[in-house]
């Protein structure tokens, strides 16, 4: 009976620690699923299954380490350094700040009152004013959620 092959280990290619709650956030961000993102990521079936594997153990917090070149696929997909992804960089990526700045305009824009040029002027005033309000109430929101970032 023959013996198969030993496992070639990656020494060119080391564990790294990957911070679960940025992957998640990033994959919130952008609205992406788990099977979506593996398939982005890696190019063949095999390669799809082991990616979609190693992240729902990293995103179920039993895994807390990953090979660098996934840690660095991920940082080049959601555009941040693979620094922020090993929970090295304190700061908030610019690109969430950006994604979640347009989602909540995009909410509050939805909510306030269109402007009808048939009507008074006083509904343009009113239209402004809500505008405003939410915009500021927004901004409170964003810098709660980038202190608890940091």
């Not at 620094?83 to 090295?88: E, G, I, Q, T, V």
Request: glycine letters at 6%; proline letters at 5%; a positive charge.
């Amino acid at each position: 009976m023959a013996r198969r092959p030993h496992r070639r280990k990656l020494l060119d290619d080391p564990l790294v620690s990957i911070d679960a709650e940025a992957v998640r956030s990033h994959m919130q961000l952008e609205g992406l699923s788990l099977g979506r993102l593996a398939r982005e990521l890696a190019a063949t079936p095999a390669g799809q299954a082991r990616v979609r594997r190693t992240l729902a153990y990293i995103l179920a917090g039993r895994n807390r380490r990953a090979r660098r070149s996934l840690v660095e696929a991920l940082g080049e997909r959601f555009g941040v350094s693979p620094d922020y992804l090993m929970n090295r960089v304190g700061r908030v990526s610019a690109r969430a700040i950006c994604v979640l700045e347009w989602h909540i305009i995009g909410e509050l824009l939805r909510k306030v009152p269109r402007y009808r040029p048939d009507r008074s002027p006083e509904n343009l005033e009113q239209v402004l004013h809500n505008v405003a309000l939410h915009l500021s109430r927004a901004s409170k929101v964003l810098d709660q959620w980038a202190k608890r970032r940091s």
